[in-house]
């Protein structure tokens, strides 16, 4: 069964550093999301991206992200400067097109900020 | 979307159905009802949905009152691997993109 797969699946950094966590969608999917969990807190919408371009992003996705489409394939997730509080689950999902309403979700990447 | 209420927590025996509520009073005409289910910290894994019908599928089945009002998510004969945090989100099926994540129930299968 086709599935989204994400990496990596833990990634530590320093503070200030950049990330780029990586997605790669189901491969006839056509829209793609970015979520983040913080460790006991609900699971937060950041960013969906439709057609190479943002069509809803959260207060949350504030100028230290960014997302990019760079090739026919992945999908990824950018953070200029991370924070402690960058700390978090990251979700890639993806969903096929106007038929389906249906999101699949990647396992996440385990983001540690020290 | 319209907002969502279920409990925070259930128990139930394995092999024994597992019936989850949710009460989404203010929902609207052409909002559906999806359910989703969270193992672990693991990313969500998409259920179930349903208008106004009852719904079956291999994983699940949806009861819908017929008022809308609220639903209940059964897994018929709940396993130790069907612990997890399950949430019911109402959504527009034609607008917006984003799930609306609750704190969901917590669902635990006990041997």
């Known amino acids: 069964e086709p599935e989204v797969t994400q990496t990596p699946s833990h990634q530590v950094t320093q503070m200030g550093q950049e990330v780029i966590l990586r997605c790669v969608p189901i491969?006839?999917?056509?829209?793609f999301y970015w979520y983040r969990q913080i460790l006991g807190q609900k699971v937060e919408f950041l960013v969906s991206?439709?057609?190479?371009?943002?069509?809803?992003k959260s207060e949350i996705f504030d100028d230290q992200f960014s997302v990019e489409r760079p090739d026919g394939s992945n999908f990824t997730l950018k953070i200029r400067s991370t924070k402690l509080e960058d700390s978090a689950m990251y979700f890639c999902?993806?969903?096929?097109?106007?038929?389906?309403?249906?999101?699949?979700f990647g396992a996440g990447t385990r983001l540690s900020v020290l | 979307d319209a907002k969502t209420t279920q409990p925070t927590s259930m128990d139930c025996a394995e092999g024994r159905a597992a019936n989850l509520p949710c009460n989404h009073s203010?929902?609207?005409?052409?909002?559906?009802v999806y359910w989703y289910r969270q193992i672990h910290s693991q990313g969500p894994q998409y259920i179930i949905h349903g208008l106004k019908n009852n719904e079956t599928n291999e994983m699940a089945s949806l009861i819908i009152t017929e008022d809308r009002k609220s639903s209940t998510l059964i897994l018929p004969h709940a396993t130790l691997r069907d612990t997890a945090v399950y949430y019911c989100i109402v959504r527009v099926n034609n607008a917006g993109n984003m799930l609306t994540f609750g704190g969901g129930t917590r669902l635990m299968v006990k041997p």
């Open positions: 491969s006839n999917h056509l829209y």
């Open positions: 203010t929902i609207s005409g052409n909002e559906y």
């Open positions: 999902a993806s969903r096929m097109g106007q038929g389906s309403r249906i999101q699949y």
């Open positions: 991206f439709y057609n190479n371009e943002i069509s809803e």
